[in-house]
């Protein structure tokens, strides 16, 4: 019997960038899809911005049709006004699969470092070390493309061990 393939695509958001990068998962093989960079013009007003990200999710959601998404959660920093501004852009990362009645799953930052590098504080370059190991023919031209295969490879292995869970 042949094992039809999940589709998952990550999401790294954020409100100028938001990374994404889409993974099949085969039994316990990951198979490089796509990843990319939805951007937004600063120079125009926040409800702008937000729409244009919001475009953006709906097109790679409409273009790789995944089964399965997975965002990584904001962190909070100093800086309250960024902070709100990044859970603003990461609501679009939320709502646009809800709008198409996918699953979402959330995953910490250092959730994601320890499941693809093994450790909870790995700096940019060995989670993109990482995904290019686990993932040979993987491309991105950005670290938030890398960030977001990072959260898709997260979220295939947290579903294979719930997967394995004994109710």
Same mark, same amino acid.
């Given at each position: 019997?042949?094992?039809? #393939? ?7 958001? =954020?409100?100028?960038?938001? =990374?994404?990068?889409?993974?099949? !998962? ?32 709906? =097109? ?5 049709? #995944? ?30 699969? *809800?709008?198409?009645?996918?699953? !979402?799953?959330?995953?910490? #930052?250092? *959730? ?18 990482? !995904? ?12 938030? *493309? ?9 979220? *295939? ?11």
């Amino acid at each position: 019997m042949k094992e039809h #393939p999940i589709r998952i695509v990550g999401f790294d958001p =954020g409100l100028r960038r938001t =990374g994404w990068g889409a993974i099949d !998962v085969i039994s316990n093989r990951l198979i490089f899809v796509g990843s990319g960079l939805i951007t937004s013009d600063n120079n125009v007003d926040l409800a702008t911005r937000l729409l244009q990200l919001h475009c953006g999710v709906m =097109g790679v959601l409409e273009k790789y049709e #995944p089964q399965e998404v997975s965002v990584e959660q904001t962190f909070v920093n100093k800086d309250a006004v960024a902070t709100l501004k990044l859970g603003q852009a990461r609501a679009i990362s939320l709502l646009a699969p *809800a709008q198409r009645g996918l699953p !979402v799953s959330e995953y910490a #930052p250092n *959730a994601v470092k320890k499941t693809v590098v093994g450790v909870g504080h790995a700096d940019k370059k060995q989670v993109q070390t990482m !995904v290019k190991m686990l993932l040979p023919k993987a491309t991105f031209d950005s670290e938030d *493309a890398a960030d977001a295969l990072a959260i898709a490879i997260c979220h *295939a292995h947290q579903r294979g061990a719930k997967a394995y869970k004994i109710a």
